[in-house]
């Protein structure tokens, strides 16, 4: 299967009726683009920034983000290159912040909630995102949104950082998209207002599980409560890809879930547009995608919703297997 798998690397993730899903890979830093290459990736579906911020003593500055992130975008080429803000807090935590103790750091100053409060830090890396997209076709990502005015807050913050690069003289993208990581319940259910203002989502179903089911992602105790098949995350994923395409807008997965050969006829079935995954699973995924037909998989989704509990999604998915 393996030597099948990379003779298919060339070809386009379609289905057998046509429908074709982009096949992008997860990033921790520029130096795995080349696996990401390699495998058949035909995008940066999600670069997580903050492995950059991880390890050090301070943030890194414009011009070594601005280095890393034109990395990204030289190996690529014109393919898309989705950069992430910096998403951390909660399970990533950065000493040098000094960000203060909380009693519920999931639920927390993180992410989004902290670039907005903390323009050094924000403004920083969005000018970086900005002067190396140049060229390129650059899609900024914001992550934990939970309100529309997060989302109207980070687009303004980029909209102004790009007018002051101008006056500098500097080169920035002619046009660029700004997406919302879909993760928190209130985002999913909102799903149709951000659309109108989002150029794409990118659902984030490891965090989008642990919010929905109320279960810590890192707490083994409960892991077997931890189940992205449950059909409340499915049902949340169904409306998200409507709403989304009711404005013409795309959707991607760029949880685990994107990568899990199980989940891949389940994902394609609700109508998601991209999978974004570790880079190792692409030739497998882009093996299961091109066998499927997507009206099958469409009836394969709508049986999963109907069931009564993740146990039961995973029976239906085995037994079509
Ligand atoms: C997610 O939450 O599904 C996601 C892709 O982001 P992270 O795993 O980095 O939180
Ligand atoms: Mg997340």
Same mark, same amino acid.
């Given at each position: 299967?393996?030597d099948?798998?990379?003779?298919?690397?060339?070809?386009?993730a379609?289905?057998?009726?046509?429908?074709?899903?982009?096949?992008?890979?997860?990033?921790?830093g520029?130096?795995e683009?080349?696996?990401?290459?390699?495998?058949g990736?035909?995008e940066?579906?999600?670069?997580?920034?903050?492995f950059?911020?991880?390890?050090?003593?301070?943030?890194?500055?414009?011009?070594?983000?601005?280095?890393?992130?034109?990395?990204?975008?030289?190996?690529?080429?014109?393919r898309p290159?989705?950069?992430?803000?910096?998403?951390?807090?909660?399970?990533?935590e950065?000493?040098?912040?000094?960000?203060?103790?909380?009693?519920?750091?999931f639920?927390?100053w993180?992410?989004?909630?902290?670039?907005?409060?903390r323009?050094?830090?924000?403004?920083t890396?969005?000018?970086?995102?900005?002067?190396?997209?140049?060229?390129?076709?650059?899609?900024?990502?914001?992550?934990? #949104?939970?309100?529309? !005015?997060?989302?109207?807050? /980070?687009k303004? =913050? *980029?909209? @102004?950082?790009?007018a002051? %690069? $101008?006056?500098?003289?500097?080169?920035?993208?002619?046009?660029w998209?700004?997406?919302?990581?879909?993760?928190?319940?209130?985002a999913?259910?909102l799903?149709?207002?951000?659309?109108?203002?989002?150029?794409?989502?990118?659902?984030?179903?490891?965090?989008?599980?642990?919010?929905?089911?109320?279960v810590?992602?890192?707490?083994?105790?409960?892991?077997?409560l931890?189940?992205?098949?449950?059909?409340a995350?499915?049902?949340l994923?169904?409306?998200v890809?409507?709403?989304?395409?009711?404005?013409?807008?795309?959707?991607?997965v760029?949880g685990?879930?994107?990568?899990?050969?199980?989940a891949?006829?389940?994902?394609?079935?609700?109508? #998601?547009?991209?999978? !974004?995954?570790?880079?190792? /699973?692409?030739? =497998? *995924?882009? @093996?299961?995608v091109?066998? %499927? $037909?997507?009206a099958?998989?469409?009836?394969?989704?709508d049986?999963?919703?109907?069931?009564?509990?993740?146990g039961?999604?995973?029976?239906?998915?085995?037994?079509?297997?």
């Amino acid at each position: 299967a393996v030597d099948a798998d990379r003779a298919q690397a060339g070809e386009a993730a379609v289905t057998l009726d046509g429908r074709r899903i982009a096949l992008g890979a997860n990033i921790g830093g520029a130096a795995e683009t080349a696996g990401a290459l390699a495998n058949g990736a035909e995008e940066i579906g999600l670069f997580r920034t903050e492995f950059m911020y991880m390890n050090r003593t301070e943030s890194p500055d414009e011009e070594e983000q601005t280095r890393q992130y034109e990395a990204v975008f030289r190996a690529m080429e014109d393919r898309p290159v989705v950069l992430r803000t910096l998403d951390v807090g909660g399970d990533k935590e950065l000493p040098y912040l000094n960000l203060p103790a909380e009693p519920n750091p999931f639920l927390g100053w993180r992410a989004i909630r902290l670039c907005l409060d903390r323009p050094d830090l924000f403004d920083t890396q969005l000018r970086a995102m900005l002067r190396a997209g140049a060229g390129g076709d650059l899609r900024i990502l914001f992550p934990m #949104v939970s309100t529309v !005015s997060e989302l109207r807050q /980070a687009k303004a =913050a *980029v909209d @102004r950082a790009a007018a002051r %690069l $101008r006056e500098e003289g500097r080169a920035v993208p002619e046009r660029w998209e700004t997406g919302v990581m879909i993760e928190i319940p209130s985002a999913a259910l909102l799903a149709d207002v951000l659309a109108a203002e989002a150029d794409f989502f990118s659902i984030g179903t490891n965090d989008l599980t642990q919010y929905t089911l109320a279960v810590d992602r890192m707490n083994d105790r409960i892991s077997a409560l931890y189940d992205s098949y449950h059909p409340a995350v499915l049902r949340l994923i169904r409306h998200v890809v409507e709403s989304a395409h009711a404005k013409g807008k795309r959707v991607g997965v760029c949880g685990e879930m994107a990568g899990d050969p199980t989940a891949v006829p389940l994902l394609v079935g609700l109508g #998601v547009d991209e999978l !974004s995954m570790n880079a190792p /699973a692409i030739p =497998a *995924v882009r @093996r299961i995608v091109r066998g %499927l $037909r997507y009206a099958e998989a469409a009836a394969l989704a709508d049986e999963a919703l109907r069931q009564d509990d993740g146990g039961q999604v995973r029976k239906l998915l085995a037994a079509r297997a």
